[in-house]
């Protein structure tokens, strides 16, 4: 296993094997593959702002990397919603983007830019397992006691490894 992020004299660095390379670049291809533009109106001045839909996300991963700004007020939230989860969409892309064309197998340094974007990808990422998984706040002691042998052990530890690769990066970037 990686043995994280470190600092780096122009940005970051860390050494992937070309194993943990393929699950990241799968992992965030499966996240980019969810944040696909969203739809706007049929009026041309709402397609070209990126006015999109005032309703969330019908899908527990969308609602949760897309989570509503006003629990309480729906109107607003709705309004918020139609203002900016194109621009947020567009964000999260263009950053599983910079993670998917710079992740390779080996030792990598990423400038402090692109830290970032892997900062958020990675984050992305862990909410969308995270929700699939039903992770809680126990989610260690469940990993400690869960078999081996059980079959939801491998993505636990996936998400475990993920939440180490992050801890990394944030650690090396600041």
């Known amino acids: 296993m990686s043995a994280g992020f470190r600092a780096a004299r122009d940005g970051v660095s860390v050494h992937l094997d070309a194993g943990e390379v393929s699950i990241l670049r799968s992992l965030v291809s499966q996240v980019l593959g969810l944040v696909e533009p969203g739809t706007t109106g049929d ?7 990126g ?4 309703t969330p996300p ?10 509503s700004a006003y629990a309480e007020d729906d109107e607003a939230a709705g309004e918020f919603r139609r203002y900016t989860e194109a621009t947020l969409r567009d964000g999260k ?8 064309e710079t992740a390779a197998p080996g030792r990598l340094t990423l400038t402090s830019e692109q ?4 900062l958020r990808a990675l984050n992305d990422v ?9 992770v809680t706040e126990e989610v260690h002691e469940e990993i400690a006691s869960m078999s081996e042998d059980d079959p939801r052990y491998p ?11 992050q801890d990394t990066l944030v650690r090396a970037l600041w």
């Open 93 to 100: 892309r263009a950053d599983a983007t910079t993670l998917l």
């Open 115 to 118: 830290g970032q974007a892997w």
């Open 126 to 134: 862990r909410l969308a397992l995270g929700v699939r998984l039903e």
């Open 155 to 165: 993505a636990f530890v996936t998400y475990d490894w993920l939440t180490y690769l």
């Open 51 to 54: 006015i999109g839909a005032a």
């Open 58 to 67: 019908d899908d527990p991963v969308l609602a949760r990397l897309f989570p």
């Open 43 to 49: 009026d041309p001045l709402e397609r070209a702002l």
